[in-house]
């Protein structure tokens, strides 16, 4: 089956440093591939949507230049945390819809990035 | 707002046993529904979808059921087994967008 590799699984910072998360399509090209994260005890809320070669569309309340998104290929997605902030600390997961299927099209998730902002 | 709610944070039932997962939403707009399940740092995999214009979908061990005008859906897991055990998202999507629940977390004991 399809499979999405997401690196680092885990990663800890320091504050005001940034991180950079990968999501990787391994056996299929996303056009699409979205980004959440999930707060302990709480939904898996969508920060952005990545569309290959264009700019990522965020949802509310997200900084954009803070998280910084970036698609440049038809299997690689890539989040940076900028300036990273103890607030900051969280589960990304990052999800890819496989080729140009219907919106309906269940999604792939990575398995996702612990980050650890100290 | 959340627009997609379970309102059972957790549910523990007994191996051999029907599980049911509750499912409730505020948009009407929303026209297809989804269950994952998720293990401990991993990401959710797909279990079950249903359209909205369906009422019910059954896949092995597993079947949803939506009430449109109750704007309810639920999976039923039987029977239950201890591999089951994991936290279950229902989502919903209008556009592009998938909305989650806040997840239930299903114990299966022997």
Not at chain 2, 44 to 50: D, H, V
Request: aromatic share 10%; hydrophobic share 35%; charged share 20%.
């Amino acid at each position: 089956g399809a499979v999405v590799s997401q690196h680092p699984s885990r990663v800890i910072c320091k504050s005001g440093t940034s991180v950079k998360i990968e999501c990787r399509s391994l056996d299929f090209q996303a056009t699409t591939m979205f980004w959440y994260r999930q707060f302990p005890k709480k939904s898996l809320m969508l920060m952005a949507t990545s569309n290959e070669g264009s700019k990522a569309t965020y949802e509310q309340g997200v900084e954009k230049d803070k998280f910084l998104i970036n698609h440049a290929s038809l299997t690689l997605s890539t989040l940076t945390v900028t300036s990273a902030h103890p607030e900051d600390s969280s589960f990304y997961i990052c999800s890819a819809r496989e080729g140009i299927e219907s919106y309906n099209s269940p999604l792939h998730f990575g398995n996702g990035t612990r980050l650890t902002v100290t | 707002d959340q627009q997609v709610k379970q309102n059972s944070p957790s549910l523990s039932v007994q191996e051999g046993r029907i599980s049911i997962l509750n499912c409730d939403y505020t948009n009407s707009m929303f026209d297809y529904f989804l269950w994952y399940k998720k293990y401990p740092a991993e990401g959710p995999t797909f279990l079950i979808s249903i359209s909205s214009i369906k009422d019910k979908n059954e896949d092995g061990r597993f079947t949803v059921f939506l009430n449109k005008s109750a704007k309810h859906l639920s999976l039923h897991i039987v029977p239950s087994q201890p591999g089951d055990s994991a936290v279950y998202f229902c989502a919903a999507s209008d556009t592009d967008k998938l909305i989650f629940g806040t997840g239930t977390r299903l114990q299966v004991f022997p």
